[in-house]
C-alpha cells in the first residue's frame, strides 16, 4: 500500500515539462499521444490499485484461513473451486475488455495523428551523421533553399513535413515537446509531421544509440510565428559579409587556407567542404557542436583549440593555432551571423 | 566385480535390494570420479547445474559493478568518471553480461539442476550435451570478459544494430567478440534446450503424465521449445554480421543491395522471445512456491499451462515492436498494437491463479513467498508498462528512452530476478543440506524490494521528461540531476541487498541449519530424496498419482531398473507409462575437449574463415570420440520388440 | 510422509520386463534428433526469409550484370540427392528389422554416394556465377548454400562414422541399429531441406 504514494507524489511530479519533455504537448501529435498517455496511465493505475487490493485480501484471507485450520489444502476438489474458476474467467474477460479498449483508443489517436500529418505546408530534409544534424529546407528554386545545421525553425501552426536520412549509421529524431520519435536509417527515406500549437524554444535530442558521442547529438528547435519564421528564412539565404579588416579577417584567411574550408562550408565564400556543419551562420545559432558548446565567443574559442576536449570522439580534428590564430578564427566565426 | 554378471542374473532394485547397500552399490555405479579429472568428466545434472548457477551469479555480480559504475557516471550531469568510449563499452557488456551470461543460464541452471529430480529420474537426458553446453557457456563469458580487460570490450550495444556495428563504423575486433561470444551462448542454450525438451517429454517417473506435471518443469517445456524456435535467428544474424564484417559479405550493406533493417528483424525475431524465455521459468518459480507455502495445489493448474503456452506462441508474433520508430507501414500499427497487449491477458491470468492460491489456502510467509509478493507487486507494474509500450503512439514517445529502461528493469528483476532469488531460498536447502538465514532472508527482501523501486521508478520520470537511452552524460540544464541521483543511491542499495543475498549464501553453505529432505513439507518429487540428493538421486524411482505426491498418503515405488549399470526408466510423452529401459551416459572428458576445440576455432575464427575449415577436424574428433561407444555397456539382453 | 529413502518402500511397478531399445518416437535420442531439426529447419526457414527480404527490395534478381546459376551441377547434385533416399530407406528397413549385413552393404553404398555428392557440390559452388562478396544476392546465395554444404559434409561424416562402427562388435547391438535407424532421419531432412534451396538458387532468378 505504501508504495502508491510515491507513485502519486511522482506522477503530480511529471507534470512540470521542460524544454525536452513528451510533457511539454506543443504539437498537435505531443497533444494527442499525451492524451493517449493519460487514458493509458489512470487506465492502468486504476487495475494496479484493483490487483494490489487483490493481493492484500488474499494476504488477510489467506493468514485468517490458517489462524482457523481453513482453507482449501493439497489438491482440491473440483466443487471447491467453483467460484474462483469464475472468478478467473471473469477477470481475464475483464482484462481482455481493458485491452481492447485501449487498443481501439490507440487506434482513434494514431488516425488523428495521421490527419494531422496531411498537407504539409513545408518541407525539411534532416541528415544524420555521427553526431550531428544537417538541415535543408526544400525549395524547388535552388536559390532559395536554406541550408544549415543543429538548428530547427518551424513556423507555428503550420504542418511541416521532414524528410529523414542517414549518411552513416541509424539516428532518430526526437522533439518531445513536438511529437514522437522517427529513425533515420541509411539507404532508407523516412518521415516526421511536426505541427507546433505556439512559439518556443524546445530540444531534440538523438533517440538511437549511434556511436561514440551519441549523448552529445541535439537539436535545437526553435517555433517562431510565421512572421518571425519568415525574417529568419529570408537571412538564412543571405551570406555573410567577408571580414574587411583586422582579427577577423586574418581568421577568415585562416579559416580558408587551413583544413577547416575543406569540411565545412560557408556560402559566398571558396569554403565549400559538406562533410561537416554549414556554417555560414553559426554565430546565429545557440549552440555548436549539436548542442555542446554555447554559439559565443569562449563557446568558438574551446572547441577551435581542441574539438576533443568537450566532444571526444567526434570527428574534427585538432588544428594546431598559435593563440594570435585561434583569437583570429575566433573572431571570424563570431561574423558569420 | 570385474566379470560381467550372466544377463538375466543383473542387479536390479526391489524389495530385495534396498536400503543401505541399494546405495552403495547406486553411488558406486552414479558418482563422479574423485578428484580434479573426475570434476572435469562428470556428466551429473546436479554438478552441472551447480556450477551453471555458481558461474551465472559470478556474471551477475560483474554486470552489477558495471551497473554501478554507470549509475556513478549518471548520478549527476557533465560527471567524468568515466570517457564516453568506456561508458559505451560498459552499457553493452552491463546488457549483453545479463542477458546472455546471466538471466538464460541462470535459469537454465535451476532447470538443469531440479527438473531432473522434480520429474523423478536418474539424470537428466543426452547428460554429456549438456556438459558440454556448460562448458561452452563458459567459453563465451571468458572471451567477453577476457575482451573487455584488455580493451576489446563491444561497444555497439547489446543489440549491436548495423551498420553501427559493422565493417565501417567498428573496426576492429569489438564486435567480433560480441558476434562470437553470441555464438557460444546460444550453443550452449540450445544445447540445454534439446536436453531439457527431451528429459520432460521422455523421463518423467511413471504415472507424472502431463496434467500431473509440476508448473515449473512445464514452464521449462514451453521455454525449450522457445529457445529451439527463437535463437536461431540470433545465430544466423550474428554469423551474417560476422561474415560481413571477416569476408566482406554485404547482407547489412545498403550500397550493395542489403538492408539495415535485416539485422533488426532477426534480432528481434529472438530478442523478443528472448524476454519471454527469462520471465516463464521466473513464473514456474511462483508457481511451485506459491502452491508449496499455502499448502494447497497452486489454483488453475491447466489454466497456468494454458497461460505459459499462449505466451511461447504470442511471444513470436511480437518482435516488431521494437522497431515502432523505424517507419513501418501505417496499416500494420492496429495490429502490432493488439498483438502486444495481448500478452497481458495470459500474464494476468497467472497473477489471478496465484492470488488466488493464497487466498484460498494457508500461506506461510516465509521468504520464498515474501519475494513472490514482492514480485507480483513490482511486475504488474513493469506488466502495466509494457500495456503502454504496445501502444503505437505512446512507444514512438518513450521508446528508446529511460521509460523502457524503467520498464524492463521491472520485468526482469521484478519479474524474474525476485522470483528467482525467492527460488535459490526455497532450493538451497535441497542443494546443499543447509537452509539459507530465515532472518537475514528477511532484512534483505525488504532492502531490495525497497531500493529497488528507489533505484528504478525515477526513470520512468526521466523517460518521460525526456531523457534518452544509452547517453554517458547529460547537460546540467535538462533538470534530470535529482532524479538520477535518487535513482544512483537506489541502485547502490540495491547492489548491497544483492551483496548480502550471497553472502547469506555462502554464510548458509557453511554454517546453516541441517536441512532434512523435505523442510518446507512441500509436495514436488525433488523432496522425496535426501537434501542434498545423492548421486543417483532416486533408490527408487517413484510411481506419481496426483500432482501433488509428497501430500499423498503413501508414496509407491517402481522398481526394476539396473544398479551396477546408469539406467533410466523412459516413460510416454502423454500418460508417462513405463516403456523402455535406456542407458544414461558415463562420465567422460570428451564434450570439455570438445568444447576446448570448439572454442579454439571460433577465437582464430575472429581473425581468419580458414580456420573453419581446419578447425573442423579437431572438432569432429573430439565428437566421434564422445558418441564412439566405450564398452558393450547395459546392452547384451535379448532384443524384446 | 514418504521418501524413496524409506526403509521398507512399497512398490506398485515392475521395470524389468521393459526392453532396451525401441526405434522412433518411443528412444530419447529421437526426441533430441527431432529437437536438432527444429533447429536447423528454423535456421534454413530464416535464411530463406532473408533471402526473399534482399529480393524483395530489389528491381531485377539476380541484379545485372551476374546471369542466373549454372543450371546443370546443381540440378545432377539434386536428382543424385533424391536417388539417395532409395538405399536410405532400405537401410532404415534393414536397421529396423536388425539385418546387419545388410545395413553394413548399404551404409557402404550412402557413404559413397555422400562423396559423389560432395564432389558435385564443389562443381555447384563453382557455377553460381557470383562470389559472396559481389553484393548482398551473392551474399544471401552462399548463405544459402554454405548451410546446407555443411549439413550435407555433417551428415556425410555422421554416415561415415556410422558405417565405421556398424563393421566393428558394436554392430550388433540393438541401439546400434536406433542410431542407424535415426541417422536415415537426418538424411531425410537434408534432402528435404535441400528443394526450397535449390527452387531459390537455381530456378527463381529466372522466374522474378
Redesign the interface.
Known amino acids: 500500500m505504501r508504495r502508491l504514494l510515491p507513485l502519486g507524489a511522482l506522477v503530480l511530479l511529471a507534470g512540470c515539462a521542460g524544454i525536452q519533455s513528451s510533457n511539454g504537448r506543443d504539437g498537435t501529435h505531443g497533444a494527442l499521444i499525451g492524451g493517449l498517455f493519460d487514458k493509458f496511465l489512470w487506465t492502468t493505475v486504476v487495475v494496479y490499485l484493483f490487483v494490489m487490493v487483490l493481493l492484500a485480501l488474499a494476504i488477510v484471507h489467506g493468514r485468517d484461513n490458517r489462524r482457523g485450520n481453513a482453507g482449501l489444502q493439497g489438491e482440491p476438489p473440483v466443487e471447491a473451486e467453483h467460484g474462483w474458476r469464475s472468478g478467473l474467467t471473469a477477470f481475464a474477460g475483464a482484462t481482455t475488455l481493458i485491452l481492447a479498449v485501449l487498443a481501439i483508443a490507440t487506434w482513434f489517436t494514431d488516425r488523428s495523428l495521421a490527419r494531422a500529418s496531411a498537407n504539409p505546408a513545408l518541407e525539411v530534409e534532416v541528415t544524420g551523421n555521427q553526431w550531428w544534424w544537417d538541415v535543408r529546407y526544400k525549395d524547388p528554386v535552388s536559390s532559395y533553399i536554406v541550408h544549415t545545421a543543429n538548428e530547427l525553425h518551424l513556423p507555428a501552426g503550420r504542418t511541416t513535413r521532414i524528410t529523414l536520412k542517414s549518411v552513416d549509421v541509424i539516428h532518430s529524431l526526437w522533439i518531445p515537446n513536438l511529437a514522437g520519435k522517427q529513425d533515420l536509417i541509411p539507404g532508407r527515406k523516412t518521415a516526421l509531421e511536426l505541427h507546433p500549437l505556439h512559439t518556443g524554444r524546445f530540444r531534440a535530442q538523438c533517440a538511437e544509440f549511434c556511436g561514440m558521442q551519441h549523448a552529445h547529438m541535439a537539436l535545437d528547435v526553435s517555433v517562431d510565428d510565421p512572421q518571425a519564421f519568415s525574417t529568419w528564412y529570408a537571412a538564412g539565404l543571405k551570406n555573410p559579409p567577408i571580414p574587411t579588416g583586422g582579427q577577423a579577417l586574418a581568421g577568415y584567411l585562416l579559416f580558408q587556407t587551413l583544413q577547416c574550408s575543406s569540411c565545412h562550408n560557408v556560402s559566398g565564400t571558396p569554403a565549400s567542404g559538406q562533410i561537416a556543419p554549414d556554417l555560414t551562420h553559426v554565430a546565429s545559432r545557440r549552440t555548436i557542436a549539436s548542442g555542446t558548446l554555447p554559439a559565443n565567443h569562449d563557446g568558438f574559442a574551446a572547441w577551435v583549440q581542441d574539438p576533443q576536449q568537450a566532444k571526444p570522439g567526434n570527428h574534427m580534428p585538432k588544428v594546431p593555432l598559435s593563440p594570435a590564430e585561434l583569437a583570429a578564427v575566433t573572431a571570424y566565426l563570431e561574423t558569420l551571423r | 566385480m570385474n566379470e560381467r554378471p550372466d544377463p538375466r542374473e543383473y542387479l536390479?532394485d526391489?524389495?530385495d535390494l534396498?536400503?543401505a547397500e541399494l546405495?552403495r552399490r547406486l553411488t558406486e555405479t552414479w558418482r563422479d570420479a574423485p578428484g580434479f579429472i573426475g570434476w572435469l568428466c562428470s556428466v551429473d545434472h546436479k554438478s552441472i547445474g551447480r556450477r551453471y548457477l555458481v558461474t551465472a551469479i559470478v556474471f551477475l555480480s560483474l554486470g552489477g559493478i558495471l551497473a554501478a559504475l554507470m549509475r556513478l557516471q549518471l548520478s549527476g550531469p557533465n560527471h567524468h568518471v568515466l570517457s564516453p568510449d568506456r561508458y559505451n563499452q560498459i552499457f553493452t557488456m552491463h546488457g549483453t553480461t545479463m542477458m546472455f551470461l546471466f538471466a538464460v543460464p541462470v535459469m537454465d541452471a535451476m532447470a538443469i539442476y531440479l527438473v531432473p529430480l522434480m520429474i523423478g529420474t536418474r539424470n537428466i537426458?543426452?547428460p554429456r550435451?549438456n556438459a558440454f553446453s556448460y562448458w561452452m557457456y563458459v567459453a563465451g563469458g571468458a572471451l567477453l570478459w577476457v575482451a573487455f580487460v584488455v580493451n576489446v570490450g563491444p561497444d555497439a550495444g547489446w543489440f549491436s544494430y548495423v551498420p553501427l556495428s559493422g565493417p565501417q563504423y567498428s573496426p576492429g575486433k569489438r564486435v567480433d567478440v560480441w558476434a562470437q561470444m553470441v555464438t557460444f551462448t546460444e550453443i550452449a542454450a540450445?544445447s540445454v534446450?534439446?536436453?531439457m525438451?527431451?528429459t520432460i517429454?521422455?523421463?518423467r517417473a511413471?504415472g507424472m503424465t502431463l496434467a500431473r506435471t509440476p508448473l515449473f518443469v512445464w514452464a521449462m517445456l514451453v521455454v525449450s521449445l522457445m529457445v529451439?524456435?527463437s535463437?536461431?535467428?540470433v545465430?544466423?544474424a550474428s554469423s551474417?554480421l560476422m561474415?560481413?564484417r571477416l569476408?566482406?559479405?554485404?547482407?547489412f550493406?545498403t550500397y550493395?543491395?542489403?538492408?539495415a533493417l535485416?539485422w533488426q528483424?532477426?534480432f528481434w525475431?529472438f530478442g523478443h522471445p528472448e524476454v519471454y524465455i527469462i520471465f516463464l521459468p521466473a513464473t514456474g518459480f511462483v508457481s511451485e512456491i506459491v502452491g508449496a507455502f499455502s499448502g494447497r495445489q497452486t489454483f488453475g493448474h491447466t489454466a497456468i499451462v494454458l497461460a505459459l503456452s499462449a505466451t511461447g506462441l504470442l511471444a513470436f508474433g511480437l518482435w516488431v515492436h521494437h522497431m515502432f520508430a523505424t517507419g513501418l507501414p501505417r496499416m500494420g500499427y492496429a495490429f502490432y498494437t493488439s498483438a502486444s497487449m495481448a500478452v497481458a491477458v495470459p500474464a494476468g491470468i497467472q497473477i489471478f491463479c496465484w492470488i488466488a492460491t493464497i487466498w484460498s489456502g494457508r500461506p506461510r510467509f516465509e521468504v520464498p513467498l515474501l519475494w513472490v509478493v514482492g514480485f507480483i507487486v513490482t511486475f504488474v507494474i513493469g506488466g502495466l508498462t509494457g500495456v503502454m509500450l504496445a501502444s503505437v503512439p505512446l512507444d514512438l514517445q518513450v521508446h528508446d528512452t529511460y521509460f523502457v529502461v524503467a520498464h524492463f528493469h521491472y520485468v526482469l528483476i521484478g519479474g524474474a530476478v525476485f522470483p528467482l532469488l525467492g527460488a535459490i531460498t526455497y532450493w538451497f536447502p535441497k542443494m546443499t543440506g543447509r537452509m539459507m538465514s530465515e532472518s537475514i532472508g528477511r532484512w534483505q527482501f525488504w532492502l531490495s524490494f525497497v531500493s529497488f523501486q528507489v533505484a528504478f521508478f525515477p526513470m520512468h520520470i526521466l523517460g518521460i521528461e525526456g531523457m534518452p537511452r544509452r547517453v554517458y552524460t547529460y547537460p546540467a540544464s535538462m533538470g534530470w540531476g535529482t532524479l538520477n541521483l535518487l535513482s544512483s543511491l537506489g541502485a547502490v542499495l540495491f547492489a548491497v541487498s544483492v551483496v548480502v543475498f550471497v553472502i547469506n549464501m555462502i554464510v548458509s553453505l557453511r554454517s546453516g541449519a541441517r536441512a532434512p529432505?523435505?523442510p518446507w513439507?512441500a509436495p514436488g518429487l525433488e523432496?522425496?530424496?535426501?537434501s542434498p540428493p545423492e548421486p543417483y538421486n532416486?533408490?527408487?524411482?517413484?510411481?506419481v498419482r496426483d500432482s501433488t505426491p509428497?501430500w499423498s498418503p503413501?508414496?509407491?515405488?517402481?522398481?526394476?531398473?539396473r544398479v551396477e549399470d546408469r539406467e533410466l526408466?523412459?516413460t510416454?510423452?502423454l500418460e508417462a507409462k513405463?516403456?523402455?529401459?535406456?542407458?544414461s551416459a558415463q562420465p567422460t572428458i570428451w564434450p570439455l575437449v570438445a568444447a576446448a576445440a570448439t572454442t579454439v576455432v571460433f577465437i582464430a575464427t575472429m581473425f581468419t574463415p580458414w580456420a573453419l575449415a581446419i578447425g573442423a577436424l579437431p572438432v569432429?574428433v573430439a565428437l566421434?570420440a564422445w558418441?564412439?561407444?566405450k564398452d558393450?555397456?547395459?546392452?547384451g539382453?535379448p532384443?524384446?520388440? | 510422509?514418504?521418501?524413496?529413502?524409506d526403509?521398507?518402500?512399497?512398490?506398485?511397478?515392475?521395470?524389468?520386463?521393459?526392453?532396451?531399445?525401441?526405434f522412433g518416437?518411443?528412444?530419447?535420442t529421437w526426441?533430441?534428433i527431432i529437437?536438432?531439426f527444429?533447429?536447423?529447419g528454423?535456421?534454413f526457414v530464416?535464411?530463406i526469409a532473408?533471402y526473399f527480404?534482399?529480393l524483395d527490395?530489389?528491381q531485377a534478381w539476380p541484379?545485372p550484370p551476374f546471369p542466373p546459376p549454372t543450371m546443370l551441377a546443381g540440378t545432377l547434385f539434386t536428382v543424385l540427392l533424391l536417388l539417395s533416399e532409395i538405399p536410405n530407406t532400405l537401410v532404415k528397413l534393414a536397421a529396423e528389422t536388425?539385418d546387419l549385413p545388410r545395413v553394413r552393404r548399404l551404409l557402404v553404398i550412402i557413404s559413397l554416394i555422400g562423396a559423389v555428392l560432395m564432389v558435385l557440390r564443389g562443381f555447384e559452388l563453382n557455377s553460381l556465377n557470383v562470389l559472396?562478396?559481389?553484393?548482398?544476392?551473392?551474399?544471401?546465395v552462399?548463405?544459402l548454400m554454405v548451410l546446407h554444404t555443411t549439413h550435407i559434409a555433417t551428415d556425410w561424416?555422421d554416415t561415415l562414422?556410422l558405417t565405421a562402427?556398424m563393421h566393428t562388435?558394436?554392430g550388433g547391438?540393438?541401439?546400434?541399429f536406433v542410431d542407424c535407424s535415426e541417422n536415415a532421419i537426418y538424411w531425410r531432412f537434408v534432402w528435404l531441406i535441400w528443394l526450397p534451396i535449390y527452387a531459390m538458387v537455381y530456378w527463381l532468378p529466372r522466374l522474378v
Open positions: 536390479r526391489g524389495p534396498t536400503g546405495d537426458g543426452f550435451l540450445l534446450a534439446v536436453s525438451t527431451a517429454l521422455k523421463q511413471p529451439i524456435f535463437m536461431p535467428a545465430a544466423l551474417m561474415s560481413d569476408v566482406g559479405t554485404h547482407f550493406n550493395e543491395y542489403g538492408d535485416l528483424h532477426l525475431f529432505a523435505n513439507n523432496w522425496a530424496t535426501s532416486f533408490a527408487h524411482i517413484p510411481v509428497l503413501e508414496l509407491t515405488f517402481a522398481r526394476g531398473l526408466v523412459m510416454t510423452v513405463p516403456d523402455l529401459r535406456e542407458p569432429a566421434t558418441f564412439w561407444p558393450r555397456g547395459p546392452e539382453e532384443v524384446i520388440d | 510422509m514418504a521418501t524413496s529413502a526403509p521398507r518402500p512399497s512398490f506398485s511397478t515392475d521395470l524389468e520386463p521393459l526392453p532396451t531399445h525401441a518416437h518411443r528412444s530419447l526426441w533430441g529437437a536438432f527444429l533447429i536447423e528454423t535456421a530464416l535464411a532473408a527480404y534482399i527490395k530489389e541484379p536388425h559472396w562478396y559481389q553484393n548482398a544476392y551473392g551474399s544471401a552462399w548463405m561424416f562414422v562402427l562388435d558394436h547391438e540393438g541401439r546400434r
